[in-house]
């Protein structure tokens, strides 16, 4: 069994700052792409950032330079530093992960229960 747990939201005014954090546990032989999703009310749920087992990332157009993805492999975690943050980021975040259990298995995608991240005008 594979948990994703996510952390760091909270409320922020525009401009502010925000760390969050998406730490895997349970049976994990390799962890391959790991990424951040977002969901606000009444929208689609979007890739926000992504980064794979090697180190390359990729993000959304609206929070390059921005927001930086980044990952800790000897604790599986994987971060969403995000600076300079907007009302337009209002959202439930999600992390993802394809992880794999043992070294014969394909990888499964799991996912966190999401952290609201709330940023006021």
């Known amino acids: 069994q594979v948990h994703l747990v996510e952390s760091g939201g909270g409320l922020v005014q525009s401009g502010g700052s925000l760390r969050l954090s998406c730490a895997a546990s349970?049976?994990?032989?390799?962890?391959?792409?790991m990424g951040w999703y977002r969901q606000a009310p009444g929208k689609e749920r979007e890739l926000v950032a992504r980064?794979?087992?090697?180190?390359?990332?990729s993000y959304l157009d609206s929070v390059k330079g921005r927001f930086t993805i980044s990952r800790d492999n000897a604790k599986n975690t994987m971060y969403l530093q995000m600076n300079s943050l907007k009302p337009e980021d209002t959202a439930v975040y999600y992390c993802?992960?394809?992880?794999?259990?043992?070294?014969?298995?394909?990888?499964?995608?799991?996912w966190g229960q999401g952290t609201q991240v709330t940023v006021s005008s």
């Open positions: 980064i794979i087992s090697g180190g390359s990332t």
């Open positions: 349970g049976s994990i032989f390799s962890i391959n792409v």
């Open positions: 993802n992960a394809a992880i794999a259990s043992r070294a014969s298995d394909y990888a499964k995608l799991y």
